[in-house]
């Protein structure tokens, strides 16, 4: 009976048991004043949370610490009796209150899992398109995001659960609000960022080759995946850091930067150092919405240095892009050619 009571007694708050069931529950129920007593804080809880009256965080974390208490205390009164090799009465109800004890803290996981099962998720979708300013998008847990140009976002009305998830495609600036029961994960194209409070900024484009991280402040987990999402790669990053994740190779890389340098693009401001023009270009496609040929394969992987604004027109683009005189630009439509001379 001990070994599934705690199931049990879901069942009979949810009025899903069987007749065997609840003369199993009966037996527990009138086994022990205290079991009695446990049941109905514990139907309290359950009632409130199926109306909609969730206790919050300190009433929770409350309980769960007078439940913890009171497990120690009942654990120190077994040993002592243990010791002295006693087996009176004394240590029968020692043993009930705990096996009580540890029954409620196993139901109440379970009803919080059931009825987050049970929860609709509510989802947002949020799409930037080029030449815009960052979006502030502000979530339920207080945690703030930023979000750049011809960018996506998937996040919850309410975040339920035990993790804070969001899905990115794009590049965004986050900053989590610390909570030291739920994780908070961004997920990406072939990588997973999970931390509990911290300041971080993804460039997590899906049609990129690569994914860049870069932490200003606390800590972040990453792990990254391949094709078939098996796991490739994990690490700690500390601040300071830039992670680098090729996605044709699997291969990480991390260097030590000033996290200003890759947060610019919040002010407009699109910095490359030794940047092939392949790399540059893809950036730029993304902000300004412009498309870009490059004819020369020889052109497309030579290394420059500059910076760009959001507000400059095509025209301004191209003369900074041909600054040596090297190309023949020219525009049809919406895209600019790069012409070998």
């Known amino acids: 009976m001990r070994e599934n009571i705690d199931e049990i007694i879901v069942r009979v ?8 069931e609840m003369q199993i529950f009966l037996a527990w129920y009138n086994a022990a004043d205290e079991n009695k007593q446990l049941f109905f804080q514990l139907k309290d809880i359950y009632e409130r949370r199926k109306g909609g009256l969730y206790p919050d965080d300190r009433e929770i974390s409350a309980g769960w610490e007078r439940l913890s208490l009171k497990m120690e205390r009942e654990k120190s009164i077994l040993s002592t009796c243990h010791k002295k090799r006693k087996q009176d009465r004394h240590v029968r109800v020692a043993v009930r ?4 004890a540890v029954a409620l803290v196993l139901i109440i996981s379970g009803i919080f899992l059931f009825i987050n099962r049970q ?43 035990k993790n804070r998830e969001v899905y990115l495609d ?3 600036l986050f900053t989590v609000a610390r909570n030291e029961r739920r994780s908070f994960i961004v997920h990406t194209d072939r990588q997973e960022i999970q931390v509990l409070g911290t300041q971080f900024n993804v460039q997590g484009y899906s049609s990129d080759p690569r994914t860049i991280t870069t932490l200003i402040t606390g800590k972040v987990k990453l792990a990254t995946y391949d094709n078939n999402h098996q796991a490739k790669n994990g690490m700690m990053m500390h601040p300071n850091q830039q992670v680098f994740f090729d996605k044709r190779s699997n291969e990480v890389s991390v260097s030590e930067i000033d996290p200003s340098d890759a947060v610019t693009w919040i002010k407009g401001v699109y910095s490359f150092r030794d940047a092939s023009l392949d790399e540059i270009t893809r950036r730029l496609e993304k902000v300004l919405g ?12 030579e290394k420059y240095t ?11 683009i191209a003369a900074v892009l041909n600054f040596k005189g090297q190309f023949r630009p020219e525009f049809r439509n919406d895209t600019l050619f790069l012409l070998k001379k």
Request: glycine share 4%; hydrophobic share 30%.
């Open 13 to 20: 708050l949810d009025q899903r048991q069987s007749p065997e």
């Open 97 to 100: 209150s705990l096996v009580a």
């Open 119 to 161: 929860e609709e998720v509510t989802w947002t979708e949020v799409r930037t398109t080029p030449r815009r300013s960052p979006r502030s998008i502000v979530l339920s847990d207080g945690s703030t995001i930023l979000l750049n140009a011809s960018s996506w976002l998937k996040y919850p009305e309410k975040f339920t659960g």
């Open 170 to 172: 794009g590049e965004a």
């Open 290 to 301: 412009i498309s870009f040929v490059i004819t020369d394969d020889a052109d497309r992987i």
């Open 306 to 316: 500059g910076k760009f604004f959001s507000h400059q027109s095509s025209q301004e």
